[in-house]
């Protein structure tokens, strides 16, 4: 049911048009559509703010409903063989004209749309990194960071990503399953019988909640050893294909940088046929060319370097579940077109690929059949 509240596949790269055009319009009314889930709905508050901002005339009208994965809060999202898991309903209700356009957590969002739906904008993305949250026993002993985790003590998380990435890394710990909205995990940290040490979210919805207070660390490549996940931190409106109309209202709240870094993190998991349930980790950012590197698109300075940056700097992890077996890789590629970053991701993949992440892959996957096997027998 859907509420309504005022403020392998061949599916095509999910880039948007490249010359979309805005057409006046029939209907001065923008249906919005969002998954129900408190952090859900204040992020599409937020694009409804920036779109009235943008477009006066017209009225945005917020529509929320509950989605598969919001519907079923117990089972582990391993456990589902499903990448739509939190789209599936909204998108059947873009296609239907129900809806105009779909605010998503970029991360949630299928590297492989539907036939007539694209990703036509990704705003600006603030904050990437996974964080990591004390219950306030553990604050109060004075932990603040994994490291400072006793053997044995159990970090929640519902992400098989960090999951397998906290076995790799901090092998003493245990792992255990927390599912629910951000303000409920965060309940069920608290609660002492729980058993939970400390939770490891995405930065960003729990700064959005408004409770980053309770944040004690932050996690990347650098901080900790951990990759996040694709589009991590970054809202993406979905859009109809060829709807001109729509695409000429967001249009003005794409952020470019941050589409086409999302684009190649997303090309990157589309290549290696990841979803949710997949450990693939990756991390982007902008780098300044070094000598003789994409001269082509910017001007040089005096020591042969551009002083566009526009080379984007990709790290990327796959990991086996239980952390025993991880590929690594780093590249650097001039990415200035949607193109560039499509292919950013694929040369990515494939590096990984080459290394034996495809053998990490396929453990994966034959282990999830057997797994559906045993269910259904």
């Known amino acids: ?80 063989n499903a990448k739509a898991l939190w789209t599936h309903e909204l998108e059947a209700r873009l296609l239907s004209h129900d809806l105009d356009l779909i605010v998503h957590s970029l991360k949630d969002m299928p590297t492989q749309l539907p036939t007539g739906c694209l990703l036509g904008a990704v705003l600006d993305r603030t904050e990437r990194r996974d964080c990591v949250v004390m219950s306030k026993k553990s604050a109060a002993e004075g932990k603040k960071r994994l490291e400072d985790l006793k053997h044995g003590e159990v970090v929640g998380t519902s992400s098989v990503r960090r999951a397998a990435q906290i076995r790799r890394k901090y092998p003493g710990l245990v792992v255990k399953d927390v ?29 959005r909640m408004g409770m980053g207070e309770r944040v004690s660390g932050y996690l990347s490549g650098k901080d900790g050893g951990m990759l996040g996940a694709v589009g991590q931190g970054a809202l993406g409106i979905e859009v109809r294909d060829g709807d001109e109309r729509v695409m000429g209202v967001v249009r003005g709240l794409v952020d470019r940088k941050a589409f086409l870094e999302c684009l190649a993190e997303r090309s990157l998991l589309r290549t290696l046929e990841g979803g949710c349930s997949v450990p693939i980790g990756v991390e982007t950012e902008w780098v300044a060319a070094e000598r003789g ?10 020591n042969g370097s551009t002083k566009e940056n ?39 993949a494939q590096e990984l690929v080459e290394k034996g992440a495809g053998s990490i892959l396929d453990e994966i996957r034959l282990n999830r059949a057997i797994i559906e096997q045993q269910d259904g027998a």
Not at 293 to 302: H, I, L, N, Q, T
Request: with cysteine; net charge negative.
């Open 293 to 302: 590197e994409g001269v082509e698109s910017g001007r040089a300075d005096d």
């Open 310 to 348: 526009d080379i984007l700097l990709m790290r990327a992890i796959v990991v086996s579940v239980d952390g025993s077996k991880a590929v690594e890789g780093e590249r650097r590629q001039q990415v200035r077109t949607e193109e560039e970053a499509d292919e950013c991701g694929w040369n990515m």
């Open 1 to 80: 049911m859907m509420t309504s509240a005022s403020p392998n596949d061949t599916s095509p790269p999910d880039h948007a048009p490249s010359n979309p055009h805005s057409s006046s319009t029939t209907s001065q009314t923008i249906n919005i559509g969002t998954r129900s889930s408190a952090l859900a709905l204040l992020q599409t508050s937020l694009v409804h703010t920036l779109l009235h901002t943008a477009n006066p005339s017209l009225t945005f009208q917020i529509h929320s409903m509950a989605t598969l994965g919001d519907k079923d809060k117990t089972t582990a999202l391993y456990a589902f």
């Open 179 to 207: 599912r629910g909205n951000v303000d409920t995990r965060v309940r069920k940290l608290d609660d002492e019988e729980k058993g939970y040490s400390c939770l490891i979210l995405a930065a960003a919805g729990i700064q």
